[in-house]
């Protein structure tokens, strides 16, 4: 491995960071001390820091030279809802609420390539340290770009990176175009009419229909969805009623749909609706639907997706870097920054030993080994992309 030898040095202090982090770990929105800690860490290596982008987000800005090329490396902060099982001393302090997705070391891989890339200074450019909140499911990179991130702190490429347990350390797979599924939450409430359940004729039965809703949307994939397009339409809730003896006059659906397009995401959300209105009129029910996308697909840029394989390539020689990784049907907040800017998103090995526990995994943990590899590509991705340019 060809690791940056400076960031290489400092293997024991990042460790000691992202111990840190893991036994105080943040749910989404709340990482105040995570953010403070990154907020801090990045003053100290004497890098402008922006709190409170998008709420708890943090951002480190490193301008070098006088060229207008940026780049734009993020990292994310939060933490999970489990109770954490393992025993070692770096266990979470806070029962109910663990780094189990490794976002520590992803954190702790951009502070270390935020500090290498602080003294050494070997660009010209802008740098941007993006610290997102709220990765799982509460919308932290929207929040971000809400909060004008771009506008704030342009980037012309932005990236990535995430631990992957099963691949072995040394490794990295990434792919071009759509790598990840996007994802949505629906509800269907259906609206009958109450009556006594030994009098079903004086009424409309909202559970018989959301039965026959609930079978009629399999069909979304087997029928709507191009056989070579991949989907997920799954209805995993029905509440309705509450006594044995009544019929209810409403009842909900809940699920989740994934996708990897957003055209197929939207397809679904109108095939949704009206299979879902047209088989409760048919009863003479009502069914309305509420669709929210928490997760757009994420689809790495062709370009950018070769140019961080490349990167991470001189780190680990070409045979360590799989092009074509497969598709994964989990989501990624950072889809949504990629829909904004052009940038690529990579998986890096976190061990197919002791570090094989799947993330989100009571007994998960980040293995340590990988962090100057991470911090490495990290400083490599923007020393290449702001090159000094010769003369
Ligand atoms: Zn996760
Ligand atoms: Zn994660």
Redesign the pocket.
Same mark, same amino acid.
């Given at each position: 491995m060809q690791l940056i030898p400076r960031i290489q040095e400092s293997h024991d202090v990042m460790t000691a960071w992202r111990r840190d982090i893991h036994a105080h770990p943040e749910l989404g929105f709340q990482e105040q001390r995570t953010a403070e800690l990154v907020a801090e860490k990045l003053g100290a290596f004497g890098i402008e820091v922006h709190r409170g982008v998008g709420r708890t987000g943090v951002v480190g800005v490193l301008r070098v030279g006088n060229s207008h090329r940026s780049i734009g490396l993020r990292a994310?902060m939060d933490a999970l809802p489990i109770l954490e099982a393992n025993r070692f001393d770096h266990r979470s302090r806070h029962d109910g609420r663990m780094h189990a997705?490794? #976002?520590d070391g992803h954190t702790t891989m951009l502070l270390g390539a935020a500090q290498y890339l602080a003294e050494t200074r070997g660009f010209d450019g802008t740098i941007n340290f993006i610290f997102q909140p709220a @990765? @799982?499911g509460l919308g932290g990179a929207d929040a971000m770009i809400k909060d004008g991130l771009f506008e704030r702190f342009p980037c012309d490429a932005v990236f990535g990176m #995430?631990n992957r347990p099963g691949l072995p350390v040394g490794k990295f797979s990434i792919r071009t175009g759509a790598m990840m599924a996007g994802g949505a939450y629906f509800d269907v409430a259906i609206t009958g009419k109450g009556a006594h359940g030994a009098r079903p004729e004086s009424g409309i039965d909202p559970v018989l229909v959301a039965a026959h809703v609930t079978t009629a949307l399999q069909s979304i994939v087997a029928r709507n969805v191009k056989p070579t397009d991949t989907a997920v339409v799954s209805v995993t809730q029905i509440h309705g009623g509450d006594a044995y003896n009544v019929i209810p006059q409403q009842a909900v659906l809940r699920g989740t749909a994934r996708a990897f397009g957003r055209e197929t995401l939207s397809m679904i959300e109108q095939n949704i609706g009206r299979i879902a209105a047209g088989v409760a009129a048919g009863f003479g029910a009502t069914a309305a639907l509420d669709f929210r996308v928490l997760f757009a697909p994420l689809v790495n840029d062709a370009t950018e997706a070769e140019f961080i394989a490349d990167t991470a390539a001189e780190l680990v020689g070409d045979a360590n870097v799989n092009r074509n990784g497969g598709v994964v049907m989990a989501s @990624?907040d950072f889809s949504f920054m990629l829909e904004k800017k052009p940038g690529a998103y990579i998986q890096i090995g976190n061990g197919d030993g002791e570090g094989a526990c799947e993330?989100h995994n009571p007994s998960y943990d980040f293995n340590d080994a990988v962090l100057p590899l991470g911090a490495s590509l990290f400083a490599r991705l923007a020393e290449k992309k702001l090159a000094r340019m010769a003369g």
């Open positions: 994310d997705c490794g #976002h @990765e @799982e #995430h @990624e993330v």
